[in-house]
């Protein structure tokens, strides 16, 4: 199939996602979500043993006769020359799900930063981490349409991965232009029109994008619970930060806040959750992503912004996890 096959069909694909009723979408995401959370619980009860949910091999197999997205987990004898035959058999949003399920068996979300406005703007921006390995995904509105400079297989709808281990780059974003599949170039196509509109939701592949998206916010802020140890604080999904303001001509009673604060300590919740409740203030808290969230690895292009390694984007995330998200209420 040739690049401009490759696009039309992709586009073909973009309009029918686009022509689906609203009550057609809905079936069609309540479907996608059962089967989705039925293959997860497949997936786990594999992965728990050490075995593989694709190919049903152990984890630790290699076997370069059977290309497998288990691979990326860096079995003996997998080299990057090995990659692009994984890809040959698994779309990009077939292999992130995958990776996805498995950074959630590590921890809940924190492993999966798809933050936007930690990004550059792309269709496709998202870093996954598991253990000492490193996954980043990439794929602009460039990327999708084809481009010049890179080569033939530039010109064609792609994608870009990198790949690290134990913090050095083991695949590198510029050493292949992915062949997206019809799925996937319809499916970019529809996010592309609609910009904003369109969310990419993973059964079993919760990741910081959705714990910090604007309709889960408030009962992010209900739901947290204040970390015990430093340790806990470090490894948190989530940092809060309060600021209260009395209404005018109002004060603040410090005793209503100790008391406030103690409630909160017996009942193992944030102090925020509890201030949310005080009368005749304007409370403002920021919620910014914790400092154990995986550092998001952007590849240059779109807004210009530093690049940097490993350990220069964890500074700059530190940074960037400022950036507010807030949420105010008047009481």
Not at 4 to 33: C, M, T, V, W
Not at 228 to 253: C, F, H, R, W, Y
Not at 275 to 292: A, D, F, K, Y
């Amino acid at each position: 199939m040739n690049d401009d096959e490759i696009r039309q069909r992709g586009l073909e694909y973009a309009k029918y996602l686009a022509a689906r009723s609203p009550e057609e979408q809905q079936h069609f995401n309540e479907r996608a979500r059962r089967q989705g959370e039925e293959e997860h619980r497949a997936f786990r009860e594999k992965f728990q043993a050490g075995q593989c949910w694709v190919c049903g091999e152990a984890l630790s197999a290699f076997n370069p006769t059977k290309p497998c997205p288990h691979w990326l987990l860096k079995p003996s004898g997998f080299g990057k020359e090995h990659f692009e035959l994984i890809t040959q058999k698994c779309s990009l949003i077939r292999l992130e799900h995958y990776l996805r399920w498995i950074a959630n068996e590590e921890a809940f979300a924190k492993n999966i930063n798809d933050l936007a406005d930690e990004g550059s703007g792309k269709l496709v921006e998202l870093t996954i981490k598991y253990k000492n390995l490193q996954w980043s995904f990439s794929c602009s509105a460039s990327d999708l349409s084809g481009h010049d400079g890179g080569g033939e297989h530039s010109k064609r709808p792609h994608w870009h991965f990198q790949m690290y281990v134990d913090d050095m780059p083991f695949i590198r974003y510029n050493d292949f232009h992915l062949a997206l599949s019809d799925e996937d170039a319809g499916l970019l196509e529809h996010i592309r029109n609609n910009s904003g509109k369109v969310r990419r939701r993973f059964a079993g592949g919760t990741s910081m994008g959705d714990v910090l998206n604007t309709s889960t916010l408030e009962q992010v802020v209900a739901m947290g619970r204040s970390a015990a140890k430093e340790d806990e604080a470090k490894a948190a999904l989530i940092e809060l930060s309060t600021m209260i303001v009395a209404d005018p001509g109002k004060t603040i009673n410090g005793e209503d806040i100790y008391n406030l604060i103690q409630a909160a300590k017996a009942e193992n919740v944030t102090v925020t959750s509890k201030l949310r409740g005080l009368q005749g203030v304007s409370v403002t808290t920021v919620v910014s992503p914790g400092t154990g969230v995986v550092a998001k690895a952007v590849r240059s292009g779109g807004r210009k912004r530093q690049r940097g390694d490993p350990l220069k984007a964890q500074v700059d995330r530190e940074w960037r996890e400022r950036l507010k998200r807030q949420i105010d209420r008047a009481d």
